[in-house]
């Protein structure tokens, strides 16, 4: 109650603009399927995920609605993402990293 | 005081076992957690007898290493998983939270029944195993042992603990949506007491950590089953990367374990000095960088592992910030006691014994967080005497100090002073002479987890099975007196220490949905000048 | 404040003081299942990209093994599911009855489709011999030293596109139990809660897919075009 409930979901987005989100979203499938056939080296993967995050983004924010949420609601999700770059990097500190030091015996 | 006979309470207004298991009410099912945590800590305990009685000797002769490794895999799943993690989040968050904060209930009553239920779920099966043989995995369930050699009841232990995450998950989500969205008008963040604070650092914990461990266990689980290749070294899969899943949560789950105690501290502190906590908003921020920078830290748990040596020097350096926060509660409850009108209560005495254990836990953590150290300490005994002091002495100090202070605010009745104040002394001294020895076990290098040892270690280790026995009758002493006040102690008002609480300004026990009328806060916790002094009847 | 309990209706239950308290706390909790759900997911994420890491090339070959084309038809099907869910949230919000049932009912079949194109592709699986742990295990192309590698990749590969399956089942009951309610007409634009919470979670695994697709369908296609 005390959290102020800056803009309730009174919002209805028309249809118009839920059928361009899903025509946007067909598209950028055939796109990345169709780059992964090109050879760009590492740029291949980063094409690949940008294109994902992109489609992440137009779901989250059209389809779960997320810009018309509550701060608290985009709080939650920027914290659950950055949880997850915790646990990727963390991680990523040990396997990334194995020869960087030499220790006996192993 | 009231009369109670005619007044109507959470605990009166319906009858029945389909009242209970039913209910609805965050009261109750904070009580059905309270059974079920207690079953399952005298199974633990049970296991950690027969562990204490086998070391006893230096010759493996009570049991067999095979049967000793079930027994330490047991205590160790019974005690954590259900009963340390529940416990206090559970029991009394469950019961107090939405009360401290003024709301009727939790958000979401029905996930909060559905909790308890998936706890008693996933503890059957884990009973099932234990009964039907055991595991003998350790409760980290080393992969590739678990994965490919070992014989006990893997599958079933690890759905049990697959099942009860998902009650820590929901009870965390539970708690959280309700101190964002449930609080009374004029409660502010920073007018929470630091007891709701400390949980809802410990649900952040709860819902960020645990997924983590139920996808371990289900890639574990289909290794197993399915002999599909994830960790299996066979197949160029690396171990490594199961420690690091399983302890991105299992680290934090030490955290989960006694964060809220530190909650329970702060509120018994301030109520039996008689003074605001010192340095309200730098205790309630250290539960939150508590609960951030445990998740920063596990791979100090994989310093002898291949694990790599930068990796080793980062998990190092980081550990000894969890310092910082753990020094700011220990240091503010030392200044709130100073000039204060102390008094010597049996939730203070347990307060005071929970303070130098866990700076005792405290600090041999920080032994082993430096790396040099820890390699000679790896899975000693001091390790075993690190992690009890932070949990037995701390966790379950806390929850005794915990239900000793709010049982007239559960059941309406005071529990005998004298008996309680002899169960603290005993614990105390119970608890150190166990597990003292037990660090200076582990530096002269008596290893953890062998059933027999040489016979220089013998003395020591009967100082410790002789402290076990006088702890084992420190905890059975509230059992006996609790019970007993039910029935024969003396019926409490609504506010016995002169606390400050929302909870102490509502009936002993409360109504149905804790208040006669919502209340309108319009003071900062624990300002005393808002407590009536009739009402205090301290001594 | 007068009335401190009050009689529980659907959009009011005895908890909350006000119907907009309740939604509010019932998104929110949905949105930190979500959360919980990224780090279910994560862990497998971690240890993807470690192994991608470790063997590069053996992933690149067995992720050519897969039907691509198949792929990126499953992922639209997948969308337009998510298309036709928000339809009935915004069904929902408008009220309209008989709008919120046939597009749940359209949502279900969309989701169907996704879960029997992917019991198809299990099943090639089987036939081709690239199930982990099994005796018969071969991907062609690789050195006998590197089929453990290829294992690997396809162990990954089924953990994540079976956790993924079966959250899609969990989904398609969630729209059974909804389609059965909206026919008895408990939705109106007053309370639409549960379609709207329950859209947060088809989105949800729609989003996790839109991931899965291209880093196991998509690592270096060039290699066999």
């Known amino acids: 109650m005390q959290d102020e409930i800056d803009s309730p979901q009174h919002h209805v987005d028309s249809a118009g603009t839920y059928v361009a989100v899903l025509v946007t979203l067909l598209f950028l499938t055939i796109l990345t399927t169709a780059v992964a056939y090109v050879d760009l080296g590492y740029f291949s993967t980063v094409i690949a995920l940008g294109i994902a995050c992109t489609k992440m983004l137009l779901v989250a924010l059209f389809f779960m609605h997320i810009r018309h949420s509550t701060k608290l609601t985009k709080l939650v999700v920027v914290g659950g993402l950055l949880w997850l770059a915790i646990l990727l990097l963390l991680t990523l500190t040990d396997f990334a990293t194995r020869t960087w030091i030499g220790v006996p015996g192993r | 005081m009231q009369l109670t006979a005619e007044r109507e309470h959470y605990l009166n207004a319906s009858y029945g076992l389909k009242s209970w298991l039913l209910t609805k009410d965050h009261k109750r099912i904070g009580l059905l957690y309270l059974f079920t945590i207690t079953l399952f800590f005298f199974i633990g305990g049970a296991f950690a007898t027969l562990i204490r009685l086998e070391l006893l000797t230096p010759q493996g002769d009570l049991v067999s290493d095979d049967v000793y490794n079930r027994l330490f895999t047991m205590h160790a799943i019974a005690m954590i998983f259900f009963f340390m993690i529940p416990s206090i989040p559970a029991v009394l968050g ?20 559905l909790s308890w239920y998936l706890l008693v779920a996933g503890g059957a099966f884990a009973l099932f195993a234990m009964i039907a043989g055991g595991v003998d995995t350790g409760w980290t369930f080393y992969t590739p042992y678990s994965t490919t050699y070992a014989n006990g009841w893997v599958i079933a232990t690890a759905l049990g603990i697959f099942i009860a995450g998902f009650s820590s998950i929901l009870t965390g989500l539970n708690f959280i949506v309700t101190v964002h969205r449930m609080r009374a008008p004029g409660m502010t963040w920073f007018r929470m007491p630091l007891f709701v604070w400390a949980n809802y650092a410990t649900s952040l914990i709860q819902i960020l950590g645990t997924p983590v461990l139920a996808v371990t266990i289900v890639l574990l689980f289909v290794e197993r089953v399915f002999h599909l290749g994830i960790f299996d070294p066979a197949r160029g899969g690396d171990p490594v990367l199961f420690q690091h899943l399983f302890w991105f949560y299992s680290h934090p789950a030490v955290y989960i374990m006694v964060l809220p105690g530190m909650g329970v501290i702060s509120e018994v502190i301030s109520t039996f000095s008689r003074k605001p906590v010192f340095g309200y908003a730098f205790v309630a921020f250290s539960s939150v960088a508590i609960a951030v920078l445990g998740f920063l830290v596990w791979g100090h748990h994989l310093f002898v592992s291949t694990q790599s040596a930068f990796a080793g020097l980062v998990f190092s350096f980081l550990s000894y910030f969890v310092a910082i926060p753990s020094a700011i509660k220990v240091f503010n409850w030392t200044a709130t006691l100073y000039k204060g009108s102390i008094s010597f209560e049996t939730p203070m005495l347990y307060a005071f014994g929970f303070i130098g254990l866990f700076t005792i836990g405290g600090l041999t953590g920080l032994f082993l967080a430096a790396l040099g150290i820890d390699i000679h300490v790896t899975d000693t005994y001091f390790v075993v005497a690190h992690f009890h002091y932070v949990m037995v002495g701390g966790t379950i100090m806390a929850f005794l100090a915990g239900m000793h202070f709010w049982w007239p605010k559960i059941t309406g009745r005071m529990y005998p002073e ?7 002394l005993i614990v105390f001294v119970g608890f150190n002479l166990t597990f003292f020895p037990q660090f200076i076990l582990g530096y002269m290098g008596m290893p953890r987890r062998y059933h027999a040892y040489p016979p220089e270690f013998q003395v020591l280790n009967v100082l410790s099975t002789a402290g076990a026995s006088v702890l084992a009758i420190g905890y059975l002493m509230p059992m006996v007196y609790f019970t007993w006040s039910l029935k024969y102690g003396k019926v409490a008002g609504a506010n016995p220490w002169g606390a400050t609480g929302l909870e102490w300004k509502t009936a002993s026990p409360p109504p149905v949905h804790n208040f006669d009328e919502t209340p309108i806060v319009t003071h900062d916790a624990y300002d005393y000048s808002t407590v009536h002094g009739e009402e205090i009847q301290v001594g | ?75 639209c099907v997948l969308l337009l599911s998510s298309f036709t869910m928000v339809m009935a949230v915004r069904a929902g919000q408008l009220g309209k009855q008989k709008a919120i049932v046939g597009w749940l009912i359209l949502t279900l079949i969309f989701g169907g489709a996704f879960l029997g194109v992917k019991g ?20 062609e192309g690789l050195p006998q030293s590197e089929q453990g590698h290829a294992q690997i990749f396809f162990s990954l590969y089924f953990s994540m596109t079976g956790l993924h399956a079966l959250h899609m089942v969990v989904g398609a009951g ?38 899965l697709f291209p880093l196991l369908y998509l690592i270096d296609r060039h290699l066999k075009v």
């Open chain 2, 418 to 424: 004298g008996w309680a104040k002899l169960s603290a």
């Open chain 3, 1 to 75: 404040m007068a009335d401190h309990s009050h009689t529980e209706t659907l959009d009011l239950r005895v908890q909350f003081d006000t119907a907009e308290q309740q939604k509010d706390c019932s998104t929110l909790g949905m949105w930190i299942f979500l959360i919980t759900e990224v780090m279910f997911f994560g862990g497998m994420f971690a240890a993807y990209t470690i192994y991608r890491q470790f063997y590069p090339e053996v992933f690149a070959i067995a992720s050519t093994s897969l039907n691509a084309k198949i792929g990126a038809f499953n992922t």
């Open chain 3, 120 to 139: 198809i592709e299990w099943h090639e699986k089987f036939v081709e011999h690239h199930i982990p742990g099994q005796a018969e295990f071969h991907l």
């Open chain 2, 94 to 113: 469950n019961f107090f939270l939405p009360i401290m904060i003024g709301a009727r209930d939790l958000a979401f009553p029905r996930i909060n029944l």
């Open chain 3, 174 to 211: 969630m729209l059974i139990w909804l389609l059965l309610e909206a026919r008895k007409g408990t939705f109106s634009a007053k309370y639409y809660t549960p379609i709207d919470v329950g859209g947060l979670y088809w989105h949800f695994v729609d989003i996790i897919w839109i991931f």
